[in-house]
T-cell receptor, first 110, second 117 residues
Framework: EDQVTQSPEALRLQEGESSSLNCSYTVSGLRGLFWYRQDPGKGPEFLFTLYSAGEEKEKERLKATLTKKESFLHITAPKPEDSATYLCAVRSQTGYALNFGKGTSLLVTP | DAGVTQSPTHLIKTRGQQVTLRCSPISGHKSVSWYQQVLGQGPQFIFQYYEKEERGRGNFPDRFSARQFPNYSSELNVNALLLGDSALYLC????????????????FGAGSRLTVL
């Protein structure tokens, strides 16, 4: 059964203090790893999809990387508006579902 | 362009009642998925529908049912509500699945917050 574990559960950063969020996964043949951002009271917002070990994608201050066992979401010089819960998910073997981790709650203070 | 729209945004029910949640996908999206998100947890897959047919079902009891209409909108029904059904119910739409591993990305709505008392 697919398993997705995210760490840390919560992270507090000062504005400008770079860090990384971790997503460890166990699947039988990766069919896509997804990163979403979720603001309080809203639905998840798509950030990235990664398919192969070694793949990297960037968007503004965010960079996602993928290995055979985990993915990292690197946040460079974060701003308070980056505060949100970041969710990692893998596509199920059937292809119809995303299996999500519990998320990392990020707070960036001025 | 309108995103995925869900209604109602909030509702309160009592144990044993029934609830219907509604979802309109992004124009051109033919696949709709439903997820349940309990506070502090990640979303959990309930159903996926494509062209009015159920394509996948998560580990939820038969009290949960859904359907998709010819205009691709969808309804999620939950019968005999339990306290544990209190959650944010998310609808997501996507372009047609092009087989396993297709690059279809889920776009989520803002959700329907259900509270069961």
């Amino acid at each position: 059964e697919d398993q997705v574990t995210q760490s840390p559960e919560a992270l507090r950063l000062q504005e400008g203090e770079s860090s990384s969020l971790n997503c460890s996964y166990t699947v039988s043949g990766l069919r896509g790893l997804f990163w979403y951002r979720q603001d309080p009271g809203k639905g998840p917002e798509f950030l990235f999809t990664l398919y192969s070990a070694g793949e990297e994608k960037e968007k503004e201050r965010l960079k996602a990387t993928l290995t055979k066992k985990e993915s990292f979401l690197h946040i460079t010089a974060p701003k308070p508006e980056d505060s949100a819960t970041y969710l990692c998910a893998v596509r199920s073997q059937t292809g119809y579902a995303l299996n999500f981790g519990k998320g990392t709650s990020l707070l960036v203070t001025p | 362009d309108a995103g995925v729209t869900q209604s109602p945004t909030h509702l309160i029910k009592t144990r044993g009642q029934q609830v219907t949640l509604r979802c309109s996908p992004i124009s051109g999206h033919k696949s709709v998925s439903w997820y349940q998100q309990v506070l502090g947890q990640g979303p959990q897959f309930i159903f996926q529908y494509y062209e009015k047919e159920e394509r996948g079902r998560g580990n939820f009891p038969d009290r949960f049912s859904a359907r998709q209409f010819p205009n691709y909108s969808s309804e999620l029904n939950v019968n005999a509500l339990l306290l544990g059904d209190s959650a944010l119910y998310l609808c997501a739409s996507s372009l047609p699945t092009s087989g396993l591993g297709g690059a279809n990305v889920l776009t989520f709505g803002a959700g329907s917050r259900l509270t069961v008392l």
